[in-house]
């Protein structure tokens, strides 16, 4: 008769490896310099690439894609435009009388057409609806 083997989960707690250690430090540093970047609106220059920031923020390309999608749960190109839509509500909460195309040209899109798309997307209704309900919400308060 063959012997049984029963065994037990142990729950052994592992050291941080240097491996580990090197790619937390890796990640508060990208953090560290994706913060300063995006505190001075970097976002908003139109055409802006992966390629582009990883130069301006000396992060390796494939690190910081990796980092921007494990992070933020997305990928580049919709991170961009979520910081980008981010900065339009504002500008169209504190400046009532801005033209929607000057606004999609400020935050960093080539045009209102595609400002508007993916603003849609984002907030459920075109920018202009958006302005309008948050104005009747500060009319109403």
Same mark, same amino acid.
């Given at each position: 008769?063959?012997?049984? %083997?029963?065994? =037990? *989960?142990?729950?052994?707690?592992?050291?941080?490896?240097?491996? &580990?250690?090197?790619? *937390?430090?890796?990640?508060?540093?990208?953090?560290? +310099? $994706? =913060?300063?970047?995006?505190?001075?609106?970097?976002?908003? @220059?139109?055409?802006?690439?992966?390629? =582009?920031?990883? #130069?301006?923020?000396?992060?390796? #390309?494939?690190?910081?894609?990796?980092?921007? !999608?494990?992070?933020? @749960?997305? !990928?580049?190109?919709?991170?961009?435009?979520?910081? #980008?839509?981010?900065?339009? &509500?504002? &500008?169209? $909460?504190?400046?009532?009388?801005? !033209?929607?195309?000057? %606004?999609?040209? /400020?935050?960093?899109?080539? =045009?209102?057409? @595609? /400002?508007? &798309?993916? /603003?849609?997307?984002?907030?459920?209704?075109?920018?202009?609806?958006? #302005? +309008?309900?948050?104005?009747? @919400?500060?009319?109403?308060?």
């Amino acid at each position: 008769m063959a012997p049984v %083997l029963i065994s =037990d *989960k142990i729950t052994v707690q592992q050291e941080e490896t240097p491996e &580990k250690k090197m790619l *937390k430090q890796n990640s508060d540093l990208i953090k560290e +310099k $994706i =913060d300063c970047w995006i505190t001075n609106k970097k976002y908003l @220059h139109p055409g802006i690439t992966i390629q =582009d920031i990883s #130069r301006q923020i000396g992060i390796n #390309r494939t690190y910081l894609s990796g980092y921007i !999608n494990e992070t933020y @749960h997305t !990928n580049f190109n919709t991170w961009i435009n979520n910081l #980008r839509i981010e900065e339009a &509500k504002r &500008k169209l $909460i504190s400046t009532s009388d801005i !033209n929607l195309s000057d %606004l999609a040209e /400020f935050v960093g899109f080539a =045009d209102l057409a @595609h /400002f508007s &798309k993916i /603003f849609k997307q984002k907030e459920g209704v075109p920018p202009s609806v958006w #302005r +309008k309900k948050q104005t009747s @919400h500060e009319k109403a308060s």
